[in-house]
């Protein structure tokens, strides 16, 4: 029997193969299809996706034989690689100088002819062949020799399919390793330095109070604005924390049953209002089923700044809320600054500011309303902003009930 030498791209063709991450896998439905189909375009007990891999050739589809594998040096699909021709076929492997010895060529199921299509990838590697065997001599029609190369290229594009996967899965990988890096630097500096601040900001108060007769009052405002400098760094600390464990919040899917109004009473109460305003609940007083919790995080960042970006003497806000199959639809507005066109795309990016300064002349970070999208598409949601400049800004956002 006489045997193919390997050509001079074989590494490489080997690299393709084992890049592809198939050999060794388990069925396929995609795969098993083709093969049964070619077994009856072709009329033939036997069809194949064979592999051709250092040693052996290899089966990630087959029809009507029970091996998985056989020794490459006795295959045929590697003649067929070999042989740059559209349609491999042997007519009756007995009497072929080639195969007459061919031990697959005896037995009681005898390889007696054969046909096959090269499968090479993107870059011309010969993978392996989809084919054809039956146990009597014969030759295909132009009709199935046609079908047996259409069906090859399908099983190509089934095999550029898993390489796009298979880098796609990888990125993926790389990407939430990085991320879950970022998280744990984000963590650990975060918390190493909330403490330092916090002394820091005691400190401040006890150097004022200690020492009021000998500070003047030059030093008294470098002091302030110390601490003013002190809690702004605090709360950025705070809300990269949040950033990064909105997740968290979310992946716990605490559900809860509670009245809406009394969640946004309960946030009024958090924050610091020294503001003329005039806040508008909902018309109905909903009782929400969903994580509380990471809600409170959203409308307290949303409602928040409609009271930091705001230019007007008195503070109006809306809260409305509508129920609907599977989803609640939320939208607050307010008479505030409002937020350029052109910002609108980029303020759920992180560190994206739309404004200079708030209304007591702090520049915000860019973090809330970024944490605010990630947990609202954790929630199975999505939000959108509507503004005008010096006139109103409205945020709609939905969530999945729970």
Known sequence: MKTTPLSTAEAKRLKALRNLEILDTEPEQQYDEVTELASLVCEAPIALISLIDKNRQWFKSCIGIGK?????????????????????????????????????????????FYAGVTLKDENGFALGTLCVIDHEPRTLDD????????????????????????????????????????KNF???????????????IVTIDILKAKYAN??????????????????KLSDYISNILMHYESDNITDNNQIEEFKLNDLIEDIIGMLDITEDYQLHFPEKDLT??????????????????????????????????IEEEGFYNFVVTDNGIGIPKEKQKSIFELFSTAAEKDRRGSKGNGIGLSTVKKIIRNLGGDIKVESKVGLKTSFKFFIEKE
């Open 143 to 182: 009709r199935q020799r046609k079908a047996l190369i259409y069906l090859a290229n399908q099983v190509v594009q089934l095999f550029n399919i898993r390489l796009k996967n298979n880098v796609l899965r990888e990125s993926q990988k790389q990407l939430k390793e990085k991320n879950t890096q970022l």
């Open 68 to 112: 998985k594998e056989t020794n490459r040096e006795i295959s045929f699909c590697q003649h067929a690689i070999a042989s740059n021709k559209p349609v491999f076929e042997i007519t009756d492997a007995r009497i072929d100088a080639r195969f007459k010895n061919n031990p697959l060529t005896f037995g009681e199921n005898p390889v007696v």
């Open 288 to 321: 929400l089923s969903t994580n509380r919790v990471a809600l409170e995080q959203i409308l307290l960042n949303l409602i928040g700044n409609s009271f930091k970006y705001n230019d007007k003497d008195k503070i109006i806000i809306h809260i409305e809320c």
């Open 186 to 200: 984000a963590g650990v500096v975060s918390h190493d330095m909330k403490m330092p601040l916090a002394n820091m």
């Open 214 to 231: 000998i500070i003047d009052e030059a030093g008294i405002e470098y002091l302030r604005n110390l601490k003013r400098s002190a809690f």
